[in-house]
């Protein structure tokens, strides 16, 4: 069966401090890739999506990038953290763009820029 | 441009009560939606997915139905519990090129024993 990574589950960071999350799915190959960004009192933001090793698509301009180093692992970074960073991020995979069998949702990195 | 909105923003029941969450979107062209639910400070779980083609989904107390023509669904909660407290969100594919999903900004309910 399929599953998804994700970690660490809380993070507590200083500002300007470099940020790395990660995601891992299990049990498919060839996923679409997606990162969103939920903040206090505010909806799901899609921040990047990937289709392939090495293909990204941003969504919004701001101080955070991805990248896609293997066919099922998803990694979200920043060189220097703001304030405005901090929110829940979730990593979400779908196969067929999610026209088939829909959206999985892994279970989010709650971080705190300090 | 795909808006989804759903009401109520807010929901408190008893124990007991049946519910229905409304999701409305405004683009008929879409692929599918999809129900989840989100405990605070937690993923979302993903309860049920309705093809375009369909017209609802069940599952246990859950029924969710589609009518796409008019861009709505619900989501109808049988004999509430208050584990079933939380925020639901609907979410709709767009039949573009994009494979986004855009989503409502969530019911959060609060079932009370």
């Known amino acids: 069966s399929q599953t998804i990574h994700q970690w660490p589950a809380t993070l507590v960071q200083p500002v300007g401090s470099p940020l790395s999350l990660e995601c891992t799915v299990e049990?498919?190959?060839?996923?679409?890739l997606y990162w969103y960004r939920q903040a206090a009192g505010r909806g799901l933001q899609l921040l990047f999506y990937?289709?392939?090793?090495?293909?990204i698509s941003s969504e919004v301009p701001q101080n955070l990038s991805a990248s896609r180093p293997q066919d099922r692992q998803f990694i979200l970074s920043s060189k220097k953290l703001l304030l405005s960073d901090s929110g829940f991020y979730l990593c979400?995979?779908?196969?067929?763009?999610?026209?088939?069998?829909?959206?999985?949702f892994g279970s989010g990195t709650r971080l705190t820029v300090v | 441009k795909q808006e989804v909105t759903q009401i109520p923003a807010a929901l408190s029941v008893p124990e007991g009560e049946n519910l229905v969450l409304n999701c409305s979107f405004t683009?008929?062209?879409?692929?599918?939606l999809q129900w989840f639910r989100q405990d605070p400070g937690k993923g979302l779980t993903s309860l049920l997915l309705?093809?375009?083609?369909?017209r609802e989904q069940t599952s246990g107390r859950l029924n969710a139905s589609l009518d796409k023509s008019s861009g709505r669904s619900t989501l109808y909660i049988a004999a509430s519990q208050p584990g079933d407290s939380a925020t639901y969100l609907c979410?709709?594919?767009?039949?573009?090129?994009?494979?986004?999903?855009?989503f409502g900004s969530g019911t959060r309910l609060l079932v009370r024993p």
């Open positions: 049990g498919t190959s060839n996923p679409n």
């Open positions: 990937s289709v392939g090793i090495g293909q």
């Open positions: 979400a995979w779908s196969v067929f763009g999610g026209s088939k069998d829909g959206y999985t």
């Open positions: 683009d008929s062209a879409i692929y599918n």
């Open positions: 309705i093809q375009s083609s369909q």
């Open positions: 979410a709709v594919l767009p039949m573009d090129s994009s494979y986004k999903l855009i």
